[in-house]
């Protein structure tokens, strides 16, 4: 059999695409993508309108079955075909788009265009009954969800272990940790030393002459920022009194800083301070954009520079509201003596390495990984149940994994929510940045428990990866968890409806249904969990294997190949024409 597929989203787009509705159907051909290998030739193509017909003939000039999945929602698949074609679509709602709102595409109405189509794929079985419920019996829609299988390598999880003792964390990304954080109600700041950090180890800079730059147009935009509005097209204004600028690895010892900095308002002409640990400098803002050379010899490790003697008041009668301080455009780091002028290939971007920084996790750690700009994921709920539920326990840790390429899209957010809570005791680390197989491993091997609160979940391929290997959740049972979260496997948070648009539906009329978590619920959870972590080690060890058990049934790729094999062979043979006349 020949098996043809396509996402709209590539690997080489898929990072742009982070946080769009279709960019998930990357990751499910991905996990599909196997299994589909064990079945006939899979050949991915990028315009189906030309490519997806010329293979199906090409197929069929030699006697073999062929057929086409497109992993796209049913409006964005290739239409008028030869080749069988089949919609692999994820969906979460309580209904699929049913209205005519644009007569120029009318497979914006979806359930004109899968009775169109003629066969679909859905990853959960909650959208399967979904759309069997407005479609009618014509259409084909079965239920293969995207394949979960114990990560490669030998995990072992607390559970397995029957570890509850420090463990150790290394991860190649940028960490944000509450431990290494000076949190008062007005204000987030970076502790002045690392040595302050109990449970934080940072790797040290390597003493290679680093360039950032702050504009919307830099490669390293708003990557390293505090107390700052969002990037313009030269750079960005600051916001505090004390804003800062993080480095992504600690420092120490003579170094130079030039800074290009420009000066609002009331700040022309002042004199402020620049701080590099328990260093100061000072300097003059201009009015235009000036660059200034300081020096610094920070005796203990240091990972932030920052700002003070700034005016954040807003400049009387201006247009502009915002409390604006200072503009801060490129920041450059180097050793004395080095040259500041060497070719790029001895400088850094700031984008080279990652520098490893170590974590020391006792106590009950809880993990998350979502896509802050995703809005369906309440991770702003997660965080504030978890210090609710824990304000004055330093012995328990939130991981939170955040996969987006702008870190500028949560820090924001997270540190002013960190502010509002203040003051309490446990922990939170956000994680930035891509974890290699070995430290995703690490991360599920310290976890205790998953946490999810999204509003709807297609199928949830993070929470599912940590189930199989054994890491007991806190989760909704709603949506696609209906089919794996149980009280035997997991804390079950309360949920009901509430109104919800369709993704695609430029009116954004309420004309659907998500799921609206209950607050109290998954703070109780947080306490609950705890508790049987902390006190009932047997139930804890049983509901690891019960999640481990659930998975395998409904998720792994065994299940999923049979599953496939099945659909496929059926729908490689078309269906006569009439049918799409007859169903519903």
């Known amino acids: 059999m020949r098996i043809i597929v396509y996402s709209e989203t ?3 787009t898929v990072g742009g695409n982070l946080g769009q509705p279709e960019y998930s159907y990357y990751f499910i051909l991905n996990k599909y993508l196997p299994c589909l290998s064990q079945l006939g030739e899979v050949r991915q193509v990028t315009e189906p309108a030309a490519e997806v017909d010329q293979l199906f003939e090409e197929a069929a000039a030699v006697g073999e079955a062929a057929v086409f999945l497109s992993f796209t ?86 559970a ?57 147009k830099a490669a390293t935009s708003g990557q390293y920022l505090v107390g700052f509005y969002g990037e313009e097209h030269w750079g960005s ?42 260093e100061t400098a000072e300097l003059v803002l201009q009015r235009e954009l000036h660059t200034h050379v300081l020096r610094f010899a920070p005796g203990e490790a240091v990972n932030n520079l920052y700002f003070t003697g700034l005016s954040a ?39 080279g390495a990652p520098v490893t920084t170590t974590l020391s996790l006792g106590g009950t750690v809880y993990a998350s990984v979502f896509n802050p ?6 991770w702003l709920d997660i965080v504030t149940a978890f210090v609710w539920a824990f304000r004055d326990d330093p012995d328990k840790t939130l991981l939170l994994k955040m996969s987006h390429h702008n870190r500028s899209t949560f820090l924001g957010d997270l540190f002013l929510l960190f502010a509002k809570l203040a003051p309490f005791r446990c922990r939170v680390v956000a994680i930035h940045g891509f974890l290699a197989a070995q430290q995703l491993q690490g991360l599920v091997a310290v976890t205790d428990f998953f946490v999810n609160a999204s509003v709807a979940e297609g199928q949830c391929l993070p929470l599912l990866e940590f189930m199989a290997e054994g890491v007991p959740a806190v989760s909704p049972d709603h949506t696609a968890m ?20 369709w993704p695609n539906d430029p009116r954004e009329c309420y004309r659907t249904l998500s799921n609206r978590i209950d607050w109290d619920s998954l703070r109780q959870a947080y306490v609950d969990s705890a508790a049987v972590r902390d006190g009932d080690p047997q139930r804890y060890a049983a509901m690891a294997q019960a999640a481990r058990a659930t998975v395998k049934a409904h998720y792994s790729s065994a299940v999923v190949t049979r599953r496939l094999d099945s659909f496929l062979r059926r729908t490689a043979r078309p269906r006569p024409w009439p049918w799409r006349w007859f169903g519903g």
């Open 73 to 158: 929602p049913p409006h964005r698949t290739a239409k008028g075909l030869k080749c069988p074609t089949v919609c692999v679509l994820a969906w979460e709602f309580d209904n699929i788009p049913s209205d005519d709102w644009d007569p120029s595409e009318p497979w914006q109405n979806w359930v004109k265009a899968i009775r169109e189509i003629g066969n679909v794929i859905t990853i959960s079985d909650y959208a399967t009954r979904v759309i069997r419920r407005q479609v009618g019996s014509g259409p084909r829609v079965v239920t293969i969800p995207a394949p979960v299988d114990p990560l490669a390598g030998q995990v072992t999880t607390t």
């Open 482 to 501: 209906e089919t794996y979260i149980r009280a035997d496997n997991a804390f079950v948070v309360r949920s009901s409806h509430q109104p919800h648009i």
């Open 373 to 378: 700009a995703d809005g369906r994921k309440n």
């Open 237 to 278: 204004w600051s916001k505090t009194a004390r804003p800062s600028v993080i480095f992504p690895w600690s420092l120490s010892g003579e170094v130079e800083v030039a800074i290009e900095l420009v000066g609002y308002g009331a700040n022309q002409g002042k004199t402020i301070q620049v701080h590099l640990g328990e």
């Open 160 to 216: 397995a272990s029957g570890n509850s003792g420090t463990r150790k964390l290394s991860l190649s990304a940028t960490v944000f940790d509450t431990q290494c954080l000076d949190i008062d109600s007005e204000s987030v700041t970076p502790k002045l030393s690392l040595a302050a950090s109990a449970g934080h180890e940072q790797g040290s800079w390597d003493g290679r002459s680093v360039d950032w730059g702050f504009s919307s």
């Open 313 to 351: 008041e807003p400049e009387p009668g201006a247009r502009d509201h915002r409390t604006l301080g200072l503009g801060l455009s490129r920041l450059s780091l180097r050793r004395p003596g080095a040259d500041r002028d060497c070719p790029a290939a001895g400088r850094d971007s700031g984008l």
């Open 10 to 12: 590539t690997a080489a």
